[in-house]
């Protein structure tokens, strides 16, 4: 099974750019549809992006469309999100996920992905 560590989380100003990394391990990491959600506190777990596992069909959420962009490179078992024009409203724990489906299904609820992370901060200042 798959296992999942995030990084490139951080501090940065309103109007600026991270990407944040998710290392998936095991040789099956390309079978998976892969999600990106956030939590901020006091707030429920929310879906931001997915990518299924070519990296052909990706999917956003409203509030980063056009701002945020999913990638995947499975020969280095990773997945990335980009996050550009950051607001204050984007601070948040953000977790990358994993379902199996080698079929090239993905979806948008926290409760079809069976695999986490242990999350990682971004914190977007005004």
């Known amino acids: 099974q798959v296992q999942l560590v995030e990084s490139g989380g951080g501090l940065v100003q309103t109007g600026g750019s991270l990407r944040v990394s998710c290392l998936g391990s095991?040789?099956?990491?390309?079978?998976?549809?892969m999600g990106w959600f956030r939590q901020a506190p006091g707030k429920e777990r929310e879906f931001v992006g997915g990518?299924?596992?070519?990296?052909?069909?990706?999917s956003y959420a409203d509030s980063v469309k056009g701002r945020f962009t999913i990638s995947r490179d499975n020969a280095k078992n990773t997945v990335y999100l980009q996050m550009n024009s950051l607001k204050p409203e984007d601070t948040a724990v953000y977790y990358c996920a994993a379902a199996w489906a080698p079929s090239g299904t993905m979806w948008n609820r926290p409760s079809a992905y069976n695999i986490w992370g242990q999350g990682t901060q971004v914190t977007v200042s005004s």
């Open positions: 990518i299924n596992w070519s990296g052909g069909r990706t």
């Open positions: 095991g040789r099956t990491f390309s079978s998976y549809a």
